[in-house]
């Protein structure tokens, strides 16, 4: 067994990653399932998009061939609409409230719809959206990931000007950085936060990160608001020995390196397990498996009912050949030569309920050992709780802590995403932008009427 780069052709590599939701292929394709739709009133889609999409509207649009319009409708309600309608996970959200679904029928394909309409609009940039003349007021944003780009965006088209600071060399957040490429390219990334920031008003200074070469305090002084937008990405530790071994990666740091160095330069192992199974563990999996991994084993600790990634996530690592062992925590990673040789797993079973309902998992004393080169932990994030502690900034365990205005306890200073959440889907970060925005611009309105 061994850890590899370079394991596959390159059309090999290209065939692997391409993109698994291709679009439709004609406008007559879009038409037929556009004319499906009910065009519901008080449509429960509408409802079960956080970012308030009106989705009759803008399918309805497609069909009287008013791209523009319906590009108009996604994206001013979702500035990320484009990345959206590849990564969220609709068939929880916005195609599982289909009524569509209640008649024992396949759901309007509402991504599919929306890729139709924004990708045109992203390709050809089509300048949807107008800024307002500037009111000399200046907003500092940190972090171009989705929570912060649809703030810049709504404050951008109020007439604030904007600086971003983005700690890494490209904005999107993870979008670019942290799933899977096969679901949204590079590319696609880069030319989404370029259709963003072509509105005007909006400037992203990269490789500045808060806490090493820039300061809160100092944005302070220079901006009339701050936006905090950091996200979460320090890597949960499995505690269990053997963690240090060669060969034991973080989910995020490896699905990161694919993105930021391409598919060859990126080693894998033969037999590689993964911990864990929300939406990071399938990406790391399936992405393990199509870099040239022999086999790939998913370990999770509790039963499907309770796994956090959706059937459809699993259903793409169950066919990309990925093994999942339910009910098994990892207790111990085994090695030889400082490098990963085994992973010992303790056999769980689900306890007593509480008084939610919920069974969490407990020790039975079996234990199961895989032979593996590769372990990837991808069992969560925790939040930048140092950094949040070090700037006096009030926080739940590293989560910031926030107002019904979007606000820290430093005035101010405003937050949203999965800085404050904890890490949800990307429409959940672009939502709480706007509701951010929207409380900076009556902040900043209430400190010019007392001037």
Partial sequence: MAILNNRLTTEQYEHNFSDIHPPFETREAALVEANRCLF??????????????????????????NLKGSAYTILDANIMGGGCSKVCPVEKLCEGACVYNLLDEPPIPIARLQRYSTEKAIAQKWPLFQRKPSTGKKVAVVGAGPAGLSCAHVLSREGVDVTIYEKESKGGGLMTYGIAAYKVTPQFCEDEVNFITSLGGITINYGQELGR??????????????????????????????????????????IYDIREKGYPSVPVGDKVAVIGLGMTAIDAATQAKRLGAKEVTIVYRRTQAEMPSTEVELNLAKLDGCNIIWLASPKEVLGENGRVTQLVCQIMELGVPDTSGRRSPVETGETITLDVDMVIKAAGQIPYEDLVNTNHLTNWSGKLAINDNCETNIPGVFAGGDCVNGGKEVVDAVQAGKDGALAILHFIKSERVQE
Avoid: M
């Fill in 213 to 254: 070469n820039l300061t809160l305090a100092d944005l302070q002084a220079t901006y009339d608001a701050v936006y905090l937008g950091i996200g979460v990405g320090v890597a949960r530790h499995l505690a269990i020995p053997g963690e240090e071994l060669e060969g034991v990666e973080d989910a995020i740091r490896f």
């Fill in 40 to 65: 519901c009133y008080d449509a429960p889609c509408t409802k079960s998009c956080p970012t308030s999409i009106n989705i009759p509207k803008f399918i309805k649009q497609i069909t009287t061939d």
